[in-house]
């Protein structure tokens, strides 16, 4: 083995899993979920084609955990849309200011977003999905406030059980047509969807008897 080789082995990466995510990522949008090598990754983070077995047992993980940081990436631009006293377009609702920052962040990273609401996370530890998790509840809790008529900050420990199921359906009409979006099927020059009416999108389900 040559010395350039016994260095790159050797090379110590204090965050080569932070690294390689934040890597990843990147790669993720030019080069699609089954072109992404590790070894490419590694080699260009300067550590030893091996080195990232060490953290990820394998692709599918490796690929798991971008998911998983893409969930806190869209928390993070969720949260953010309803801050109280954030300023909003005229007369737009939490929940309008939510759906459209959730389809500002599917549309800037459709490859993430697939990946995201792909299959494989179904396959994760329940560590990697804590992330999508919490953000199915920031949506249940600024669906609760809005039915509430109030603009409060979602807090689910304030809020009680959130209503899963409605919320569930107001997820899959917002993953409906961010998909239309990203797949081109709705125009750009159309309108933007009406975000302020998607929680009386959602049906009130009956009380259970």
């Not at 199921?165 to 998909?179: N, Q």
């Not at 009406?194 to 049906?203: E, F, K, M």
């Amino acid at each position: 083995m040559s010395e350039p080789e016994k260095k790159k082995d050797t090379y110590h990466h204090g965050h080569l899993r932070e690294e390689l995510i934040r890597r990843g990522l990147d790669a993720l949008e030019r080069e699609g979920a089954e072109a992404l090598s590790l070894r490419a990754l590694a080699e260009s983070a300067g550590v030893s084609k091996t080195a990232p077995y060490r953290h990820f047992k394998d692709k599918d993980l490796f690929l798991g955990a971008i998911a998983d940081e893409g969930y806190r990436l869209l928390h993070e631009t969720l949260t953010a849309s309803v801050v109280p006293g954030r300023k909003r377009r005229s007369s737009e609702t939490p929940v309008g200011a939510m759906g459209r920052a959730y389809m500002a962040f599917a549309v800037s990273r459709p490859a993430l977003y697939r990946l995201m609401n792909s299959p494989l996370m179904c396959r994760m530890p329940e560590e990697y999905t804590l992330w999508a998790r919490k953000s199915l509840l920031l949506l249940a809790g600024t669906l609760a406030a809005a039915r509430a008529g109030t603009e409060e900050a979602p807090d689910a420990r304030r809020a009680g059980p959130p209503d899963l199921d409605a919320t569930a359906a107001a997820w899959a009409y917002i993953h409906g047509l961010v998909l239309i979006r990203i797949d081109g099927l709705y125009p750009a020059d159309l309108p933007e969807p009406d975000w302020d009416r998607l929680a009386g999108v959602v049906p009130e389900l009956p009380e259970q008897g």
